[in-house]
């Protein structure tokens, strides 16, 4: 009686606990954090079952954290696959207006006849359209401003398009999240991780770094849709952590535009010189793009653990209290 000791827990639901200890008596003490020593009262005994719950709860979440970012871990191994993308999008997107370059060629000789502010608008509703969960097109309209306006006047287009587009998406999630089940949408860890954190005081740095990472425009819309994300650091970190990746591929549309004129022309040296050109300018934008996508990751990665860590911590404070 009198003797200090911790709930009953058996000791293989901490497996990172200190081994129990034998006491000269005959009793085993078993080491746990200070916050959960209980005294062998009659008094503490509802005492001490409602700290076991509260110990056991704490274990599970750190075994579940455990194997939440190991899960991680192992899809970063596979993230060269999210690296290449943009460079396989533009690839394809060559691909395809060789293919179809009589077709193409009046699709963009009619868009050229408009109106530029009508054109404008078409591109303002088209990205609106794909900043909606399972639509896809963003890097297109990105290469194809690029391609349309210029880089100035494109890059412009694509930074009020885009921004426009998330707002409209965010405000209707929010409207809608209590009547769809937009919650099913997100399948990726990461994306869990982050819908879970968003609400604390790192919400700027983990919307900004998530932007620079490449998970789906679309996915990332809903994440911060559904969340508790203060709508300034939202915003903020949106338009900030979307402008690396948008200037290089308005850059790389704005490039086809020149190779195009380059192919127009029928001096066979100098379109040779343009194909290299152009050749090296995507390759130097691809590389740039998996430097910032790799530091975006890791950032995004301690942004995320710094914020669960300082949750734990919270919570011990509290149960100390």
Same mark, same amino acid.
């Not at 606990?17 to 503490?44: E, F, N, Y």
């Not at 868009?111 to 963003?138: A, D």
């Not at 890059?155 to 965010?170: Q, R, S, W, Y």
């Given at each position: ?142 290469? $194809?401003?690029?391609? =349309?306006? *210029? ?6 287009? #694509?930074?009020? +398009? @885009?921004? !426009?587009? %998330? ?100 001096? $066979?040296?100098?379109? =040779?010189? *343009? ?6 300018? #995507?390759?130097? +934008? @691809?590389? !740039?793009? %998996? ?31």
């Amino acid at each position: 009686k009198g003797s200090e000791y911790l709930s009953s827990c058996d000791h293989h639901r901490y497996p990172l606990a200190p081994p129990p200890i034998q006491a000269p008596s005959g009793k085993t003490i078993l080491t746990r954090p200070t916050s959960l020593v209980l005294k062998d009262t009659a008094v503490g005994k509802s005492e001490r079952v409602v700290n076991e719950k509260v110990a056991n709860s704490i274990a599970m979440r750190s075994d579940n954290r455990f194997y939440r970012w190991q899960r991680i871990a192992l899809s970063h191994r596979k993230s060269m696959f999210n690296y290449l993308l943009p460079l396989c999008l533009l690839m394809g997107v060559l691909v395809l207006i060789y293919s179809f370059r009589d077709t193409a060629k009046h699709a963009l000789f009619w868009v050229e006849m408009q109106n530029e502010w009508i054109i404008f608008v078409i591109f303002l509703c088209m990205f609106t359209i794909v900043s909606f969960p399972v639509t896809v097109g963003y890097l297109v309209l990105i290469i $194809a401003s690029g391609y =349309l306006f *210029g880089f100035l006047r494109g890059l412009l287009t #694509v930074v009020i +398009g @885009a921004n !426009l587009g %998330v707002a409209i998406a965010h405000n209707t999630l929010k409207l809608m999240q209590s009547k769809l089940p937009v919650h099913k949408l997100i399948k990726n860890e990461t994306g869990r991780a982050i819908l879970r954190v968003i609400s604390g005081p790192r919400a700027f740095k983990i919307v900004l770094f998530a932007r620079l990472t490449p998970i789906p425009f679309g996915l990332q819309n809903t994440i911060f849709g559904i969340s508790a994300v203060n709508t300034r650091s939202y915003h903020a970190g949106t338009l900030l952590g979307l402008l690396p990746a948008q200037t290089i591929n308005v850059y790389l549309g704005s490039k086809l535009r020149s190779i195009h004129e380059v192919l127009n022309d029928h001096n $066979a040296a100098l379109g =040779l010189a *343009g194909y290299g050109v152009f050749v090296v300018e #995507v390759i130097v +934008g @691809a590389a !740039l793009m %998996v430097w910032v996508i790799q530091k975006a990751r890791m950032e995004l990665s301690a942004a995320l653990l710094a914020t669960e860590a300082d949750s734990d911590e919270k919570i011990l404070i509290e149960i100390e209290a």
